[in-house]
């Protein structure tokens, strides 16, 4: 079992930045590829980006690429999202998400992620 908390949410001007941490509790940690997603109001949630430590794999949606940077510490079980030129549109709750390692190629259907965090909620003001 996994167990996700996050945090570094908060409130943001447009142009801005945020880092959300995950911390990880429970085995294995650097076997899990870890994701994050996020989920505004009235809308389906959505992948963001994903990174696998075994296999080197990192992804990103095309809508925050060039904008985020997803990062690990294995040694402290925490993965990160530095968030940077924030726009109004990634407004939403984001959270982290992970799977045990099963291939390169990484998921970005949240139906696939096995353990989830609460969320944390990132505002950003025009």
């Known amino acids: 079992q996994v167990q996700l908390v996050e945090s570094g949410g908060g409130l943001v001007q447009a142009g801005g930045s945020l880092r959300l941490s995950c911390a990880a509790s429970g085995r294995g940690f650097s076997s899990y590829t870890m994701g994050w997603f996020r989920q505004a109001p009235g809308k389906e949630r959505e992948f963001v980006s994903a990174?696998?430590?075994?296999?080197?794999?990192?992804a990103y949606a095309d809508s925050v690429k060039g904008r985020f940077t997803i990062s690990r510490d294995n040694t402290k079980n925490t993965v990160y999202l530095q968030m940077n030129s924030l726009k109004p549109e990634d407004t939403a709750v984001y959270y982290c998400?992970?799977?045990?390692?099963?291939?390169?190629?990484?998921?970005?259907?949240?139906?696939?992620?096995?353990?989830w965090g609460q969320g944390t909620q990132v505002t950003v003001s025009s």
């Open positions: 990174n696998s430590w075994s296999y080197g794999s990192t």
């Open positions: 998400a992970a799977y045990y390692d099963g291939s390169y190629r990484l998921r970005t259907d949240p139906g696939q992620y096995n353990y």
